[in-house]
């Protein structure tokens, strides 16, 4: 904002911008569903369902899918991809077999954690036998093997794919896996929430341009704030 | 002017009547509302009833600024799409290359798309492509049709009859763009950064040196209180009068609470009795006329205690009133006082009580009064049938409606973050519609984030 352009734009007080705000017609329900969403889909069971019991909010989702879900969330973040593996096949047989990306995945993230414990031998003979064979069909699932094979070597410190070994790396494969798993019961990816958020943040930058207004300016402290003064 | 456009019984339906001879015989007819402010998308379409002569139709739009003896797309503020070249046309008379011609029996479609301020033509139905862009959408714009030889007759489907131009899929497209583009928007801005992370109180109060000493007072009275707490050693007393000395200077709207403030003071007084408590009052009542005019002077020579007390009961309750503001904050640490000095205090302030609520009409202030002056009747409270006034704990409740009194006036949330940002999303959405952005006017919260 320049004080240029701002000299002409409208300023809207915080009193009429309260009105406005005071004149939405808000359903209830839709504050809960939000809600509802989001505990499903980062699958907070137990709250999902206290939270269903307390609203009185009906969901289609099966709250016992969720846990299973939740255990294989868990299963990756531990690094047992073996598991993982296993309840994916029990939950959804045939994820696996026809997402080669996904299944690439999983398969990446064990060769990550036969490397991290320090298993080289094991390491070289899984990517060999199990993952060098889909590279063929998948030229970039080769390279990214490729990347994870640099890691046996460097040192784990001075490595350019030292990321590999992060937390988050376990944290991406969960997340893809979750992902997966949701749209393979007809669910949203992705809750609704943070796209409100993008929402707030969008209109509030579209309304920049046009007029001073009060703004939120914080999503942790989501106060209405009064536009400046004009200087 | 003449017209030489008859519109029909249907209202939609136009002809043109005039010699047709010249351009200056052109004429253009506009709806009788412009396309309504919070539209994402607009479209209509016209059947072309008869060519007439030379098909000299124009269909477009148009802002209202300019005359009606041209065709829409001759003038500035004007666009138009026309039937016998095809060509298409803003603010001058040649136009440029842009479709086929249009005929007898051809359904023409025209549309503007706010999102992208652009206009587009559809024929019998084809998309025909976006033929104007950077349209200036800040002013009314009107469906407009212009003709200018005879027999020309068009016939204007505003929406009342199914259009030729699958328009709901373009609209849904529209719509899609207007999605994908917001959930390309960052959130950054919104999350505080790490550095300035701060519990909401400190946050808010972090705009002065003002409201910094609001925090450390708002902090200090919470302090205050907690030492209340019956696990503090029996010295630590609610300092009740601080507290409302704190109250005083940055929360002056909590003592606007008559009831509340009320409530506060006797519980001063009770602390102070509390503080007393050990000592004989009447022993400790000076005997010099400092305590104060009011006092008779004659009751110190009553020996029996329990009737001293009642006495300084009397010297209290008969204190004439003494009207003056009341500035909290000014009684000394009670734990340094000496007996005589405590009980002077004791019995000013209990003089200040009555002086202003003795008189009050609200019957259950006058009854808190009498019991709380009812501790002075008894020469150990402490052993007093009514000794649960100075028990430490009777303090929380009283503290927690402090508590409550200074959120309220913090301007605390009256929602839920949730229903806040929602409100302020829908709002937001609205006032951007209102004012022409056609993202805005295609999505919606209710349908398009719940």
Same mark, same amino acid.
């Given at each position: 904002? &320049?004080? #240029? =352009?701002?000299?002409?734009?409208?300023?809207?007080?915080?009193?009429?911008?309260?009105?406005?705000?005071?004149? %939405?017609?808000?359903?209830?329900?839709?504050?809960?569903?939000?809600?509802?969403?989001?505990?499903?889909?980062?699958?907070?069971?137990?709250?999902? +369902?206290?939270? =269903? +019991?307390?609203?009185?909010?009906? &969901?289609?989702?099966?709250?016992?899918?969720?846990? +299973?879900?939740?255990?294989?969330?868990?299963?990756?973040? =531990?690094?047992?991809?073996?598991? @993982?593996?296993?309840?994916?096949?029990?939950?959804?047989?045939?994820?696996?077999?026809?997402?080669?990306? /996904?299944?690439?995945?999983?398969?990446?993230?064990?060769?990550?954690?036969?490397?991290?414990?320090?298993?080289? &031998?094991?390491?070289?003979?899984?990517?060999?036998?199990? /993952?060098?064979?889909?590279? #063929? +069909?998948?030229?970039?699932?080769?390279?990214?093997?490729?990347?994870?094979?640099?890691?046996?070597?460097?040192?784990?410190?001075?490595?350019? %794919?030292?990321?590999?070994?992060?937390?988050?790396?376990?944290?991406? &494969? @969960?997340?893809?896996?979750?992902?997966?798993?949701? @749209?393979?019961?007809?669910?949203?990816?992705?809750?609704?929430?943070?796209?409100?958020?993008?929402?707030?943040?969008?209109?509030?930058?579209?309304?920049?341009?046009?007029?001073?207004?009060?703004?939120?300016? =914080?999503?942790?402290?989501?106060?209405?704030?009064?536009? @400046?003064?004009?200087? | 002017?003449?017209?030489?456009?008859?519109?029909?019984?249907?209202?939609?339906?136009?002809?043109?009547?005039?010699?047709?001879?010249?351009?200056?015989?052109?004429?253009?007819?506009?709806?009788?509302?412009?396309?309504?402010?919070?539209?994402?998308?607009?479209?209509?379409?016209?059947?072309?009833?008869?060519?007439?002569?030379?098909?000299?139709?124009?269909?477009?739009?148009?802002?209202?600024?300019?005359?009606?003896?041209?065709?829409?797309?001759?003038?500035?503020?004007?666009?138009?799409?026309?039937?016998?070249?095809?060509?298409?046309?803003?603010?001058?008379?040649?136009?440029?290359?842009?479709?086929?011609?249009?005929?007898?029996?051809?359904?023409?479609?025209?549309? !503007?798309?706010?999102?992208?301020?652009?206009?587009?033509?559809?024929?019998?139905?084809?998309?025909?492509?976006?033929?104007?862009?950077?349209?200036?959408?800040?002013?009314?714009?009107?469906?407009?049709?212009?003709?200018?030889?005879?027999?020309?007759?068009?016939?204007?489907?505003?929406?009342?009859?199914?259009?030729?131009?699958?328009?709901?899929?373009?609209?849904?497209?529209?719509?899609?763009?207007?999605?994908?583009?917001?959930?390309?928007?960052? !959130?950054?801005?919104?999350?505080?950064?790490?550095?300035?992370?701060?519990?909401?109180?400190?946050?808010?109060?972090?705009?002065?040196?003002?409201?910094?000493?609001?925090?450390?007072?708002?902090?200090?009275?919470?302090?205050?209180?907690?030492?209340?707490?019956?696990?503090?050693?029996?010295?630590?007393?609610?300092?009740?009068?601080?507290?409302?000395?704190?109250?005083?200077?940055?929360?002056?709207?909590?003592?606007?609470?008559?009831?509340?403030?009320?409530?506060?003071?006797?519980?001063?007084?009770?602390?102070?009795?509390?503080?007393?408590?050990?000592?004989?009052?009447?022993?400790?009542?000076?005997?010099?006329?400092?305590?104060?005019?009011?006092?008779?002077?004659?009751?110190?020579?009553?020996?029996?205690?329990?009737?001293?007390?009642?006495?300084?009961?009397?010297?209290?309750?008969?204190?004439?009133?003494?009207?003056?503001?009341?500035?909290?904050?000014?009684?000394?640490?009670?734990?340094?006082?000496?007996?005589?000095?405590?009980?002077?205090?004791?019995?000013?302030?209990?003089?200040?009580?009555?002086?202003?609520?003795?008189?009050?009409?609200?019957?259950?202030?006058?009854?808190?009064?009498?019991?709380?002056?009812?501790?002075?009747?008894?020469?150990?409270?402490?052993?007093?049938?009514?000794?649960?006034?100075?028990?430490?704990?009777?303090?929380?409740?009283?503290?927690?409606?402090?508590?409550?009194?200074?959120?309220?006036?913090?301007?605390?949330?009256?929602?839920?973050?949730?229903?806040?940002?929602?409100?302020?999303?829908?709002?937001?959405?609205?006032?951007?519609?209102?004012?022409?952005?056609?993202?805005?006017?295609?999505?919606?919260?209710?349908?398009?984030?719940?």
């Amino acid at each position: 904002m &320049t004080s #240029a =352009s701002s000299s002409s734009k409208q300023t809207i007080s915080l009193e009429e911008w309260e009105c406005k705000m005071a004149e %939405v017609p808000i359903a209830k329900s839709d504050l809960n569903q939000l809600i509802m969403n989001y505990l499903i889909i980062e699958g907070y069971k137990d709250a999902a +369902e206290k939270f =269903s +019991e307390e609203s009185g909010l009906q &969901t289609q989702v099966d709250l016992g899918s969720i846990e +299973e879900r939740m255990q294989i969330r868990y299963a990756v973040q =531990s690094g047992d991809i073996r598991l @993982a593996i296993e309840r994916v096949n029990d939950l959804n047989p045939d994820l696996l077999e026809t997402d080669a990306r /996904l299944y690439f995945r999983l398969q990446q993230q064990h060769l990550i954690e036969l490397i991290r414990q320090g298993r080289a &031998t094991e390491a070289l003979e899984f990517a060999q036998e199990e /993952l060098a064979p889909h590279g #063929a +069909e998948h030229p970039e699932l080769l390279r990214e093997l490729e990347r994870t094979m640099a890691l046996l070597a460097f040192d784990r410190q001075d490595s350019p %794919v030292a990321e590999l070994l992060e937390f988050g790396q376990r944290q991406r &494969t @969960a997340n893809e896996l979750n992902a997966a798993l949701l @749209a393979a019961h007809s669910q949203p990816r992705e809750p609704k929430l943070p796209a409100l958020l993008q929402l707030l943040a969008w209109t509030q930058a579209q309304l920049d341009d046009k007029a001073r207004y009060p703004r939120i300016n =914080s999503i942790v402290n989501p106060v209405l704030e009064e536009p @400046a003064d004009k200087t | 002017m003449t017209s030489f456009l008859a519109v029909g019984a249907d209202r939609v339906s136009v002809r043109y009547t005039g010699p047709g001879k010249g351009d200056s015989d052109a004429r253009m007819i506009r709806s009788d509302h412009p396309i309504p402010a919070r539209c994402g998308v607009y479209y209509y379409e016209v059947f072309i009833r008869s060519r007439g002569q030379c098909g000299y139709i124009g269909i477009g739009l148009s802002h209202n600024t300019n005359g009606a003896t041209r065709l829409p797309g001759w003038d500035p503020g004007s666009w138009g799409y026309h039937g016998d070249d095809g060509n298409c046309f803003s603010g001058n008379g040649s136009g440029r290359a842009y479709g086929p011609g249009f005929t007898t029996d051809d359904t023409v479609g025209c549309g !503007i798309d706010f999102k992208e301020r652009s206009i587009f033509f559809t024929r019998n139905g084809l998309f025909l492509g976006h033929a104007f862009k950077s349209v200036d959408t800040s002013k009314p714009i009107f469906p407009a049709v212009g003709m200018r030889t005879a027999g020309e007759h068009i016939v204007a489907n505003f929406g009342q009859r199914p259009f030729r131009f699958d328009i709901e899929c373009y609209v849904s497209e529209a719509h899609q763009d207007a999605l994908a583009e917001i959930h390309k928007t960052s !959130i950054g801005d919104l999350i505080p950064k790490p550095s300035d992370q701060t519990t909401p109180l400190e946050a808010k109060n972090a705009a002065g040196p003002r409201a910094d000493n609001r925090a450390g007072h708002s902090q200090a009275a919470a302090r205050g209180w907690t030492a209340a707490k019956p696990s503090a050693s029996t010295s630590a007393r609610a300092d009740i009068d601080s507290a409302l000395g704190m109250l005083q200077e940055s929360y002056p709207q909590v003592l606007k609470d008559e009831s509340l403030v009320f409530q506060l003071r006797c519980r001063q007084f009770i602390e102070l009795v509390r503080a007393a408590n050990g000592y004989h009052i009447a022993d400790c009542i000076p005997s010099d006329d400092s305590l104060s005019s009011a006092s008779s002077g004659s009751m110190m020579d009553v020996d029996d205690t329990q009737a001293a007390s009642l006495m300084s009961l009397a010297a209290i309750t008969n204190a004439p009133a003494a009207p003056s503001k009341t500035v909290y904050g000014q009684i000394p640490n009670l734990r340094k006082l000496e007996p005589a000095r405590l009980v002077r205090i004791l019995l000013d302030y209990g003089r200040q009580l009555q002086a202003d609520y003795g008189a009050s009409p609200n019957p259950i202030v006058r009854e808190g009064l009498v019991h709380t002056f009812s501790l002075l009747a008894y020469a150990d409270p402490a052993a007093s049938p009514i000794s649960a006034l100075l028990d430490p704990e009777a303090c929380k409740p009283l503290a927690r409606l402090v508590e409550c009194a200074i959120v309220a006036t913090e301007k605390a949330p009256r929602m839920s973050a949730l229903e806040c940002i929602y409100r302020q999303c829908a709002a937001l959405l609205a006032e951007l519609s209102s004012r022409r952005n056609g993202a805005a006017a295609l999505v919606s919260v209710d349908t398009d984030f719940v």
